[in-house]
């Protein structure tokens, strides 16, 4: 292949790629919904940027995208978007190509309460009735592999501000900080700082295909005023230490 055939042909990509940047959004609300129902979402701009709204039985909420040409450089096709509601916001660089989705420099924060409410999946966390602050940051890479279970690789810290289980307690049982590091369907998480009535010291991990499994191995200090009923399953999880601690070597499957 000569030099000028390769540029005609860099040139006709570079034009196509522009021309589809510059489409109008509301023209993938349909492939999007198709994803997404019975939620609903709207767009308005073009898909280089614009705004939209994400809508479902529990909320509302607005968000903005801007087309990134860096991703490019990972041949990726990526945006920064940012979610605007009090109940989500933040923003993260969000990329794609054909065997997964990146996620980027992301500083996004959620009450508690909201998580269940957005994916079916997670319905049933709404049963413990959770509350507080929940944030997600990521440095530098996390990617997910596209399918119904996907593989995950990188890492990312998780706050939780006030957390509280209403269907346990009525009072925050602390705040925590968590390191993940995703391999392959295997998450390992460690707990990194633990603060309030229930502290936490340890780690373990999330087996997410195959045999699926959650673990945790570590202790667990109680305050006097933890509710009565959360320590007598916490001491039936555990080991009663000479300290007054609990050590917890737990597995189930889920």
């Known amino acids: 292949m000569s030099r000028l055939s390769r540029r005609l042909i860099l040139l006709a990509i570079a034009f196509a790629l522009g021309l589809a940047l510059f489409l109008p959004a509301r023209l993938l609300e349909s492939p999007i919904q198709s994803q997404l129902a019975p939620a609903q979402v709207a767009l308005r701009g073009t898909v280089w940027?614009?705004?939209?709204?994400?809508?479902?039985?529990?909320?509302?909420?607005?968000?903005?995208?801007q087309f990134e040409p860096a991703a490019l450089l990972r041949l990726r096709a990526g945006w920064r978007v940012e979610l605007l509601a009090p109940a989500l916001s933040g923003a993260a660089s969000i990329g794609s190509n054909f065997s997964n989705i990146e996620i980027r420099r992301a500083d996004i924060s959620a009450d508690a309460g909201l998580?269940?409410?957005l994916h079916p999946a997670a319905a049933i966390v709404g049963l413990m009735q959770p509350a507080g602050r929940i944030s997600l940051t990521v440095a530098d890479a996390l990617t997910a592999g596209y399918?119904?279970?996907?593989a995950v690789h990188g890492n990312a810290l998780i706050k939780a501000d006030a957390f509280t289980l209403g269907s346990v307690a009525p009072?925050?049982?602390?705040?925590?900080?968590?390191?993940?590091?995703?391999?392959?369907?295997?998450v390992d998480y460690?707990?990194?700082?633990?603060?309030?009535?229930?502290?936490?010291?340890?780690?373990?991990?999330?087996?997410?295909?195959?045999?699926?499994?959650?673990s945790y191995a570590g202790h667990a200090t109680a305050d006097a005023a933890l509710p009565e009923r959360l320590r007598t399953s916490l001491q039936s999880a555990g080991?009663?230490?000479?300290?007054?601690?609990?050590?917890?070597?737990?597995?189930?499957?889920?």
């Open 147 to 150: 399918g119904s279970v996907p």
């Open 239 to 254: 080991r009663q230490l000479p300290d007054g601690r609990l050590r917890i070597d737990y597995k189930a499957a889920w």
């Open 115 to 117: 998580l269940p409410q």
């Open 49 to 65: 940027s614009g705004r939209g709204m994400f809508r479902n039985a529990a909320a509302s909420i607005p968000f903005a995208w």
């Open 190 to 214: 460690r707990m990194i700082e633990s603060a309030g009535l229930l502290k936490l010291d340890g780690g373990g991990s999330i087996t997410l295909a195959g045999r699926r499994q959650f």
């Open 171 to 186: 009072q925050p049982l602390g705040s925590y900080q968590l390191q993940l590091a995703a391999r392959d369907n295997i």
